[in-house]
């Protein structure tokens, strides 16, 4: 059984991308309004700000120690995008409310480390005829079912890159000392910084954020830690100093806030400990980028066994609004010249925005099918499942990039009956112009037809 109550979109019963043909079936979940991002390649697109913010990055990473590299084909296996990874069988991020299903055993990637045992087996294949290369970026579209707002766009872009270590062959743990001290050689020559970082943790805690004890010492992973943080700090810190330079030149003058940083503790299948960084952007903690120290078990069986390192993957959306000040990520889709006349490759510059719409706020209340399970993996209970990221796909499908954000504002469960209501406050507005009434009348009472046909819940 198909672990969500919305059916296949595609009527077809193969889908053709990049080239190659796939059978669809009842997992495939991806609709055309999807599917058409895909070959759009913005962050190779010169003198777009996600290419701009690429190469900005990617020059925090150089040759000859980081390969700079691009994946232009989206679709992966689940293999590679969660199996190999550690990801288990009921990780959330497997289920068809999160991810978009080519097939029962075909995805669009849902992140840039669906390619982590590629380049780590690259690093391997290249061991003798470019020895220096230990680490790489990657940059790629990747696609998520996620929540719509000013922040979360179902198609976005990460880099991802990482960086080893040689160790023994041999019982590394008894030199573990000397790697250490190797690694703290090349924290020295990462450029220190003097912007405050709060960073409140320990690096290291046994119960939420554990050493991989079997594989590692304390001492290595701090050195692996020290780089990896300081690395990526500066970073965030050379992308503020631009964004502050291109503030500073803009028309206005327009200050810019005194940069705000934090790391905060971070779990992922493929990494401990691993970290958060979060940046204070417009009023709020901003995400930009998950990282840790490797799975020892990944980089066994990726043909580097005798290495150990950090990853990381960030949001290139989320770097390029910090920079260029850009409000709202559904922009860099847009193919309004008002929009791309404003970027040019190599330049950073504050976004001067060309217009701002009213938004029209419109509410839809309903109450869940009487069998409906919430929350958490949709199997158990044997109830309809009722996922929130549903709502948002029909919202998605029927008012694409006119809508600006969806954010449940009521939820509560009737005494008697124990069904459950939840309200949502949709807010249409489009970033090239004004949306008359009728229209957005129009849009919602699609949402409201169709939440009630696919997901079966009784209007308010
Ligand atoms: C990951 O995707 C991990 N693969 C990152 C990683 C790599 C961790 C290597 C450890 C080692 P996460 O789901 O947190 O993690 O996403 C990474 C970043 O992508 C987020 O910090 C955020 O900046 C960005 N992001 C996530 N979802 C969206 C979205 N819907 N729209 C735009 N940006 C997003
Ligand atoms: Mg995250």
Not at 171 to 189: C, F, G, H, R, Y
């Amino acid at each position: 059984k198909a672990p969500t109550t919305l059916p296949n979109p595609q009527q077809q019963s193969t889908l053709k991308l990049e080239g190659d043909t796939y059978p669809t079936d009842q997992w495939t979940n991806t609709p055309d309004t999807i599917l058409s991002h895909i070959g759009r390649r913005l962050y190779l697109d010169d003198n777009h700000p996600l290419a701009i913010t690429r190469k900005l990055i990617e020059s925090q990473f150089p040759s000859p120690s980081f390969g700079n590299y691009s994946e232009k084909n989206p679709v992966v296996s689940t293999r590679n995008n969660f199996d190999v990874l550690g990801f288990p069988a009921d990780h959330p991020g497997r289920s068809r409310t999160d991810t978009y299903y080519v097939n029962d055993k075909t995805v669009l990637r849902t992140h840039t480390s669906a390619h982590q045992q590629a380049y780590f087996q690259q690093i391997a294949r290249n061991e003798h005829t470019r020895p220096e290369e230990t680490g790489y970026t990657v940059i790629a579209d990747v696609y998520r079912r996620d929540a719509i707002d000013r922040s979360h766009y179902p198609v976005f872009h990460q880099m991802e890159g990482a960086m080893l270590w040689k160790r023994p062959a041999t019982n590394p743990l008894a030199a573990s000392a000397e790697t250490a001290a190797k690694i703290m050689a090349d924290v020295e020559k990462i450029p220190r910084h003097d912007v405050v970082v709060e960073d409140p943790n320990p690096t290291i805690h046994a119960q939420r954020n554990p050493l991989q004890d079997k594989h590692h010492s304390a001492e290595e992973v701090e050195a692996v830690a020290t780089h990896l943080k300081r690395s990526l700090e500066r970073m965030v810190i050379k992308i503020f100093t631009e964004a502050s330079k291109a503030a500073a030149a803009s028309s206005g003058g327009a200050e810019q806030e005194p940069l705000k940083v934090r790391w905060i503790e971070a779990y992922f299948p493929f990494t401990s400990p691993g970290w958060e960084l979060e940046v204070f952007w417009q009023d709020e903690w901003l995400e930009i980028l998950g990282c840790g120290i490797i799975k020892q078990d990944l980089l066994i069986n990726s043909d580097v066994p005798d290495r150990i390192g950090w990853a990381f993957g960030l949001g290139l959306e989320r770097i390029a609004m910090l920079l260029f000040n850009i409000p709202d990520i559904r922009l860099f889709w847009s193919r309004d010249e008002r929009f791309l006349s404003q970027f040019r490759a190599g330049q950073v510059a504050r976004f001067e925005p060309f217009s701002k719409h009213p938004a029209c706020y419109k509410d839809v209340a309903f109450w869940l099918p009487p069998s409906a399970v919430t929350g958490g993996n949709s199997a158990a209970g044997g109830g309809v499942p009722f996922h929130e990221n549903d709502v948002m796909e029909i919202v998605r499908g029927i008012g694409g990039d006119l809508v600006e954000d969806v954010t449940l504002i009521d939820e509560f469960t009737h005494p008697k009956t124990s069904r459950k209501s939840m309200c949502y406050r949709i807010n249409y507005r489009s970033l090239e112009r004004t949306l008359t009434n009728e229209e957005s009348n129009e849009l919602h009472l699609k949402v409201r037809e169709k939440l009630v046909g696919e997901l079966g819940v009784e209007l308010r």
